[in-house]
């Protein structure tokens, strides 16, 4: 059975501090890791990591997959309290399945 | 906005009874995906159709049916509720041909809550 274990659970942080989300998985046949952004209701798409070592960025947030390792970590440089959210990571296999971690949740104080 | 419709976005209901969540997917995504996001339990995979086939079964009870129709859009039925299956559930879709990595998209979910 696939897994995927996200750590920390939560985290608190101020506006500007610099954090690392962490999500290690075990999956038959992997294809991808996608991290979500869940504010409200819907998770929306952040990333999608298909190869070792090469970085993801898009603005303050950036992404690296270890397949060797199994493991990938999301990093978000000075904070912004709109960055409060659930995040989450994801593994797809070769049944297009997305099986999803339980999420850390961040809360960014001004 | 996703491009992906729920609906209702709430239903309350009573324990027995039995419910339809429905979905319609962005326009050209083949696959619509069923998942159940409760407080204690995450996002958990229902099912998976892709043009109107099952593909693949999740953690759904036999409580539980869906079916994708010709027009691609899906149905969840929830019978003989329980207080535990209060929960969000969430429709998602994607392109979902052979060999697709990528993505999916998410409603914004259904709410139900089983009294």
């Known amino acids: 059975e696939d897994k995927v274990v996200q750590s920390p659970l939560s985290l608190v942080v101020h506006e500007g501090d610099t954090v690392t989300l962490n999500c290690s998985y075990e999956?038959?046949?992997?294809?991808?890791l996608l991290w979500y952004k869940q504010e409200k209701k819907a998770p929306t798409f952040l990333f999608m990591l298909?190869?070792?070592?090469i970085e993801k960025k898009s603005g303050r947030l950036s992404s690296i997959l270890d397949k060797k390792e199994l493991f990938s970590i999301l990093n978000i440089t000075a904070t912004q309290t709109g960055d409060s959210a659930v995040y989450l990571c994801a593994v797809n296999n070769a049944g297009n399945m997305l099986t999803f971690g339980g999420g850390t949740r961040l809360m960014v104080k001004p | 906005d996703s491009g992906v419709t729920q609906t209702p976005k709430h239903l309350i209901t009573a324990t027995g009874q039995r419910v339809t969540l429905r979905c319609s997917p962005r326009s050209g995504d083949l696959s619509v995906y069923w998942y159940q996001q409760s407080l204690d339990q995450g996002l958990q995979f229902l099912i998976q159709?892709?043009?109107?086939?099952?593909?693949a079964k999740g953690n759904i009870l036999e409580r539980f049916s869906a079916q994708q129709f010709p027009d691609l859009h899906s149905e969840l039925n929830l019978s003989s509720l329980e207080l535990g299956d209060s929960a969000l559930y969430f429709c998602?879709?994607?392109?979902?041909?052979?060999?697709?990595?990528?993505?999916?998209?998410f409603g914004e979910g259904s709410r139900l809550t089983v009294l």
């Open positions: 298909t190869s070792s070592g």
């Open positions: 159709y892709y043009n109107g086939e099952e593909r």
């Open positions: 998602a879709s994607s392109a979902g041909t052979s060999g697709y990595t990528g993505e999916l998209f």
């Open positions: 999956v038959t046949n992997f294809r991808s």
